[in-house]
């Protein structure tokens, strides 16, 4: 059983995944509490605005990794969600800071249930790929 740069970048994966869902959860949880009024959409959006740069820039950091240390696959998984997340920055309501969320408009019905699916998709491809990079990192410590 050796160490590589491999396993290395599994184990940062596995924890990195684990900050990713927890973001995930608290975007369900925050939108769920907006949709059913527990809190007003500017104190929504200040505590969620600040989390999004974090959340894309922990995603892409992870898979450079993977990029550097070779792992295709892992890469070729999480392609679609990084692109996702250019086109959803790029095409963002024109706000005075860094962030997704416009207080005024993110209580529409359709922004609020797009968001709230948004944030069930996300959950979902993190906790795939949580167990995904379980597996990846004990083949690379057992095959090598």
């Not at 104190?43 to 892409?60: A, F, I, R, T």
Request: net charge neutral; with cysteine.
């Amino acid at each position: 059983m050796a160490f590589n740069f491999t396993a290395f970048t599994y184990i940062v994966a596995l924890i990195g995944d684990a900050f990713l869902i927890f973001f995930a959860i608290f975007h369900v949880i925050a939108f769920d509490e907006l949709k059913t009024d527990y809190k007003n959409p500017i104190d929504q959006c200040n505590s969620l605005n600040p989390l999004v740069l974090p959340e894309y820039l922990l995603h892409l950091f992870l898979n450079l990794l993977f990029l550097f240390c070779g792992e295709w696959y892992s890469l070729c998984l999480n392609i679609p969600l990084i692109a996702y997340h250019i086109w959803r920055y790029k095409n963002r309501p024109l706000m005075s800071g860094p962030g997704l969320y416009d207080p005024t408009t993110v209580l529409k019905t359709d922004t609020l249930s797009r968001n709230l699916r948004e944030g069930w998709i996300k959950l979902a491809v993190y906790l795939i790929s949580f167990f995904y990079y379980i597996y990846g990192m004990v083949y690379s410590l057992i095959s090598t």
